[in-house]
């Protein structure tokens, strides 16, 4: 699969291309959006089906990328809470959704996680 995100820190402008892979989240305060595309993974069609969301984010957004190991469509709701409800140590959110795959899916996959926090600029 292909999962990339490019930032412009000065504006605030993102953009997404993913090609077979999982949902993007981003959180802003309690509500959590879901960025997504129903293309194909690499090598499955003879051409490349890959597919660009461009959006804007704002200061103290959180960007959750996984990988196909973390998330199952029946059980995206149960990770999607875990985003929501999440308060403490950004630091600490990528293990909480680790956590949580581990319980659902057991250690099947690789299972990955990064977050990034968009902070304020003073």
Known sequence: TVDLMSFDLSTGKCSTIKCGASPTYIKRGDKVFKLQSKTM???ILKELD???STF???AKDVCIMVSDGVI???NDDKI???IREF???IDTLPHKII???KKLYGQGDDMTVTVILLEENE
């Open 41 to 43: 993974p690499l090598g």
């Open 50 to 52: 890959a597919e660009e």
């Open 56 to 58: 804007e984010l704002m």
């Open 72 to 74: 199952d469509s029946k």
């Open 80 to 82: 999607i809470k875990i």
């Open 87 to 89: 308060k403490g140590n």
């Open 99 to 101: 956590d949580e795959a």
